[in-house]
């Protein structure tokens, strides 16, 4: 990958990137209340889950799926992606984590990266933009890789999750890490996989996340938005 590649997926990617992601735990806050997730090995567990059968998984097939559209300037095809990521969260707040970033992610990058890709997606689709559409348009406008920003945009996913655990369980920084690095390989199997899915497939089979985010929707003391 070429390096101004790189730098870019870095900064993107990064936690400090304005999209907000810090506010987010995808039903993660309202699991540590019920005592679901309580140690290193359940939110490993919990966030595998998401990668393997939920969220992370759908976002993959939805993201390959953006980034060949507005590779090929396929405002059609892109439409459709759009359209069906913006419909497919099961919850209120889960809808807002994805479509809060992807707005905010898609501000971010006209306003210092700006690209054809992204101009292509606002015309086609005048709906809500979801975080691994806007980020996979983003990529194939700058001539990033399908693979290298599928990796990414994943592991920014997970890493995020694991910060929220981490402040939520609590667990130190040193088995936050360890965590992130047990993700490395679900992430590049899923990375390598999900390219191949049809669309139709995007979806989520993680019904305790979507049972979580409903009820954090009614948790009396909340830090996070989902």
């Known amino acids: 990958m070429a390096d101004v590649s790189f730098l870019k997926l870095m900064a993107w990617m990064s936690p400090g990137f304005p999209v907000g992601a810090f506010s987010y735990s995808h039903g993660i806050e309202y699991a540590v209340a019920i005592g679901t997730v309580c140690d290193a090995g ?52 889960l809808g807002r984590e994805t479509t809060a970033q992807g707005q905010a992610f898609a501000l971010a990058i006209n306003a210092a990266w700006p690209a054809e890709s992204l101009t292509l997606l606002k015309q086609s689709w005048g709906g809500p933009m979801t975080h691994p559409v806007v980020v996979a348009a983003a990529c194939a406008g700058h001539g990033i890789g399908l693979d290298a920003g599928l990796a990414a945009y994943l592991h920014g996913f997970a890493a995020n ?35 191949q899915a049809p669309l139709a497939s995007a979806g989520s089979g993680t019904w305790m996340v979507d049972w979580s985010s409903m009820q954090h929707e009614t948790l009396h003391t909340r830090l996070f938005r989902s």
């Open 42 to 93: 359940s939110l490993q567990s919990w966030i595998d889950d998401v990668l393997a059968h939920g969220a992370g998984r759908s976002d993959a097939i939805l993201f390959a799926h953006a980034w060949r559209a507005a590779r090929m300037n396929d405002a059609a095809a892109l439409r459709e992606v759009a359209e069906l990521a913006a419909a497919l969260r099961a919850t209120p707040e």
């Open 161 to 195: 999750l694991v910060s929220a655990g981490v402040r939520l369980v609590p667990l130190g920084q040193t088995q936050g890490q360890r965590i992130v690095a047990a993700l490395e390989s679900p992430i590049l199997r899923l990375a390598t996989v999900a390219p």
